[in-house]
């Protein structure tokens, strides 16, 4: 019977890193670490990026509700109701009399054909 390579009490006395042709199970075993260090940093990396766009996300929904109500409030202030009273407070009322258009004609100068036809 051959001896199997290797051997359950091989690896509990950890002969398989200390024999001869050990240099190669180092290098293989190097190899390993290096790759499950590589995965472990982009698993946290992604994670990370995960984290960053659920802020952001919140951040955005937030912003967009603070400028709907500031919106609102905004049309609510620009209303001519809301800006009476705000001036009633203060003393100033609307006026009575609706506004009348002044005009100017210079003096020596007639109107024109056109300017008539158009009044």
Known sequence: MKKPVISPMDIIKAKLL???GSARNWAIIIYVIIWCIVLI???QAYEEKVFKMNSLTH???M???EFVDTRSELMELKMESTITKRLEEEGI???ENPPTKIKLIEEGKSES???KLWR
């Open 18 to 20: 200390v024999h001869e």
């Open 93 to 95: 009322h609307p006026s």
């Open 59 to 61: 951040d955005v929904k």
């Open 41 to 43: 940093r982009n698993t």
């Open 63 to 65: 912003l967009r509700a």
């Open 113 to 115: 054909f056109w300017s």
